[in-house]
C-alpha cells in the first residue's frame, strides 16, 4: 500500500468510488471519467505500478477478475465487445501510477477505434533483429 496513491486509497475505503466487485487480490470500480458507460478499471489491491511486477501468482485472479467485469459489461449492459486496456508506463500514456486494465464497453459504429488506431510508430528495425533481442532478453 502506498500512503498517497489515490488508487490505494479507493482500495482503503479513503476515497469513494463505485466499486464493481473486490476480491483477495484485486479490487475493480467505475472510471471517474468514463469514456463509455460501464468504463470499469480493475486494479491489483497492493500498490504494484507496472503489469510486470505484477506477482505471477496474481496475475490469474487479477485477469479472472478482468473476465468477470467482461461477462458483467455484456450482460447487462449488452455490449457485444470490450476494448482492454493498459497504459503501461508514463509513454504509454499512464497517469496514475498505480496499474490499472481498463474495460470499456463497444459498439457497433461507437466511432471508437481498435488498438492500431493508438499506436503509430514506423518501425527502424527488421522483424530478424527483433526477434533475435527478444529472445536472448528471455534467456536472462
Ligand atoms: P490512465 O490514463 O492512468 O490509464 O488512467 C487513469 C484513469 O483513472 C483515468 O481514466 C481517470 O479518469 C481515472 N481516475 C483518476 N482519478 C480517479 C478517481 O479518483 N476515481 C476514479 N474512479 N477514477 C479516477
Ligand atoms: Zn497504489
Redesign the pocket.
Known amino acids: 500500500m502506498s500512503r498517497d496513491c ?1 488508487f490505494c486509497k ?1 482500495v482503503r475505503g479513503e ?1 469513494p ?1 463505485h466499486k464493481i466487485l473486490e476480491d483477495e487480490n484485486s479490487f475493480a ?5 468514463p469514456l463509455a458507460d460501464g468504463h470499469t ?1 480493475i486494479i491489483p489491491k497492493d500498490h504494484i505500478e507496472r503489469f510486470e511486477d505484477v506477482p505471477p501468482v496474481q496475475l490469474g485472479k487479477l485477469f479472472e477478475s478482468v473476465q468477470r467485469v467482461t461477462k458483467s459489461l455484456k450482460n447487462s449492459l449488452k455490449a457485444p465487445a470490450v476494448t482492454i486496456g493498459i ?1 503501461n508506463g508514463h509513454a504509454a ?4 501510477p498505480h496499474l ?1 486494465i ?1 474495460v470499456i464497453p463497444r459498439f457497433e459504429n461507437d466511432g471508437g477505434g481498435s488498438v492500431h488506431s493508438i499506436v503509430k510508430i514506423s518501425p527502424t528495425r527488421s522483424l530478424e533483429e527483433v526477434v533475435r533481442l527478444l529472445q536472448s532478453a528471455l534467456k536472462n
Do not use: E, T, Y
Open positions: 489515490i479507493i476515497i468510488s470500480f467505475l472510471d471517474i471519467h478499471m497504459n500514456g499512464q497517469v496514475v490499472h481498463h
